[in-house]
């Protein structure tokens, strides 16, 4: 586990999934029989990673990547790098013959994803990209309106995602400064648009062409260690998609909006049907039968309180966490061949659709998605 010293990492991935994982006695199997993982942290800081194998309890750390690769009973090589580092040591893995799995976005550029997907085909290795957000609460229940046929003919999706990220004069930032230099990987474009690609494609069909502004609206920052730099990466982007079959599909992307929404993320579907707000948690929904008729009126004080007329979505089941869930999926792929839909290759049409917007934005125009 290369990276786990980062905030992802460390949190979702070691903590959260690996960890996790084991605590419950491992991966369950097809055949009943269980999978327990036996992490090595790989890093750059021998110190960090020692604090981190005595507070867990891990028997293997190393800062020297290539010994933790020739050994043979490694099997899989998880990357929660910063982006930029992820291609040079995932090809390595790969040539030490490992299976593969990391965060997304899976490289920073098609060329690069690209060069992964051809490397990890021709070496016939297991491959996985995280896509975690499909496996929030709020999407899966979304994902059953949609089969349910709830909606009934899908006709737009809005996306709101962001909150205030502290510049780090007077409050330290909440993410690391590199997510706001283009030359370190950063950008909200690249960070956010591989999410929407899965999530879009997986939830209402395949994107057909893009249109986005990018921006960076606090040009100037504060890093880590207190000294101020040039803000070089986009930090919102502002994303209209164009669905195969009709559906439009508008994000906001954005770590310069204050919050005032009851989730971090909340996306609209309005259909034929019925409309619903899904969030990482939470869903609400609303039937045509119970929609009510507002007038436009500005002389008069609005009498109906909309957000009353929505009904919450049950759980039904319990959630685990996403990130856990597609550990669970990849461990099952790499042993016992079970499906695994999130490889390289879709990895790699997330980068795509993060290089298309980017694209877009320079040249002011709307720009199709090839199929790759
Ligand atoms: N799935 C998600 O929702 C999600 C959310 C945030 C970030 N991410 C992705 O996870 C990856 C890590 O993001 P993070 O927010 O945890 O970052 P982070 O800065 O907290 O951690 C980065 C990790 O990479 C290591 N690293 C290796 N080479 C480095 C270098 N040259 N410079 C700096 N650090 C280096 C660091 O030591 C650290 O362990 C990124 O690719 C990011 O896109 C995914």
């Known amino acids: 586990m290369n990276g786990v010293t980062g905030r992802m990492g460390y949190r979702q991935h070691l903590v959260r999934s690996v960890l996790a994982i084991n605590a419950e006695g491992g991966v369950r199997l097809a055949d009943g029989g269980r999978v327990l993982l036996r992490p090595v942290l790989v890093g750059r800081s021998e110190t960090k990673l020692a604090a981190l194998a005595a507070e867990h ?62 490397a990890v085909r021709r070496a016939g290795v297991k491959n996985g990209v995280v896509q975690d957000k499909l496996f929030l609460p709020g999407l899966l229940k979304l994902r059953r309106l949609i089969d349910g046929g709830f909606f009934g003919r ?13 510049e780090g004069d007077w409050q330290a930032a909440q993410r690391p400064s590199w997510n706001y230099r283009a030359e370190d990987g950063g950008g909200i474009t690249l960070d956010m648009f591989p999410h929407w690609q899965y999530v879009l494609e997986n939830l209402f069909g395949p994107i057909k062409s893009v249109y986005a502004h990018a921006t960076t609206h606090i040009p100037q920052r504060v890093d880590e260690l207190g000294a101020g730099y040039r803000a070089t990466a986009d930090d919102a982007a502002y994303g209209i998609f164009e669905l195969e079959g009709g559906v439009v599909a508008q994000i906001n992307s954005s770590w310069s909006v204050r919050v ?52 919450e979505v049950p759980d039904n089941a319990e959630f ?53």
Not at 96 to 109: D, F, I, W
Not at 267 to 288: I, M, N
């Open 57 to 118: 309890d891990i028997a293997d750390h190393t800062t020297d990547l290539a010994s933790a690769l020739a050994d043979p009973d490694n099997v899989i090589y998880f990357d929660a790098q910063v982006t930029q580092a992820r291609v040079k040591s995932v090809l390595q893995a790969v040539e030490a013959g490992k299976h593969v799995y990391a965060e997304k976005p899976v490289a920073a550029s098609v060329t690069e994803a690209v060069t992964l997907t051809r």
């Open 154 to 166: 899908i006709l737009s999706v809005r996306g709101e995602f962001g909150y205030w990220v502290f």
């Open 260 to 311: 005032n929404r009851d989730e971090l993320v909340e996306f609209q579907v309005d259909g034929t049907e019925g409309s619903a707000v899904a969030g990482l948690r939470g869903c609400r929904v609303q039937h045509r039968s119970a929609t009510p008729k507002p007038v436009w009126n500005p002389d008069l004080p609005a009498t109906v309180s909309f957000r009353d007329g929505w009904q």
């Open 320 to 372: 685990d966490n996403g990130f856990k869930t597609q550990w669970e999926m990849f461990v099952r792929h790499v042993v016992e061949d079970a499906p695994f839909p999130h490889d390289f290759a879709a990895g790699t049409r997330g980068v795509q659709l993060a290089e298309l917007a980017l694209r877009s934005a320079a040249e002011g125009r709307r720009v199709t998605v090839e199929e790759l």
